[in-house]
């Protein structure tokens, strides 16, 4: 595979990741191009960073998809199960409140719409998991903040392609602010 043309940024700098892994992001791409990196798969590259290079868990991913970004095997927002993005706003409401929004049908429908979608699990008040219309899945993370705030995340994973991925934080920020002017305080 092609290595990227354009310098696009990677997640961390080379001297943050140097101090926690002892090389550069250049040395490591290095060191996968040298084990034939961009013909191994995910789970490979990851398992060749821990068993030869004794990288931790963590570090064996970011340096894995950084990896394959950079040598155009995996796209921005790519994973194994399709393309993936979150939108996140901080709201004055309880989560309580707010995952009550989520559950509550005739509530969901003030500030999401008629979107066809269905309630898979329920961790109230932290979490939810909805299956949406297009086959993606979609979950919402609820964080309690102090003065009865709550920061919201919303996930939605399974996405067919960076298109979407686009077409949907501008969806979830829209529908995220209605939320707030409709259960904020």
């Given at each position: 595979m092609p290595t990227r043309k354009?310098?696009?940024?990677?997640?961390?700098?080379?001297?943050?990741?140097?101090?926690?892994?002892g090389k550069?992001?250049?040395?490591?791409f290095?060191?996968?191009?040298?084990?034939?990196?961009?013909?191994?798969?995910?789970?490979?590259?990851?398992a060749l960073l821990g068993a030869r290079h004794d990288v931790g868990p963590w570090w064996r991913q970011m340096i894995t998809v950084?990896?394959?970004?950079?040598?155009?095997?995996r796209a921005k927002h790519q994973t194994a199960s399709g393309f993936q993005m979150s939108s996140t706003r901080t709201i004055a409401a309880s989560a309580i409140e707010l995952f009550?929004?989520?559950?509550?049908?005739?509530?969901?429908r003030t500030w999401l719409g008629a979107v066809k979608l269905e309630v898979r699990t329920t961790h109230p008040p932290r979490k939810l998991r909805l299956l949406w219309n297009d086959g993606s899945t979609v979950?919402?993370?609820?964080?309690?903040k102090p003065a009865g705030k709550?920061?919201?995340?919303?996930?939605?994973?399974?996405?067919?392609d960076a298109k979407s991925v686009a077409r949907m934080k501008t969806f979830?920020?829209?529908?995220?602010?209605?939320?707030?002017?409709?259960?904020g305080r």
């Open positions: 354009s310098a696009a940024p990677l997640s961390m700098t080379d001297s943050a990741v140097a101090t926690k892994t550069t992001w250049p040395q490591w290095a060191v996968l191009d040298k084990a034939k990196g961009t013909t191994l798969t995910h789970g490979e590259i990851a950084e990896y394959e970004r950079a040598r155009g095997m009550d929004a989520w559950i509550d049908p005739a509530r969901r979950e919402a993370h609820f964080l309690p709550t920061q919201l995340t919303v996930s939605q994973t399974k996405l067919a979830w920020s829209a529908r995220l602010t209605k939320l707030r002017d409709v259960v």
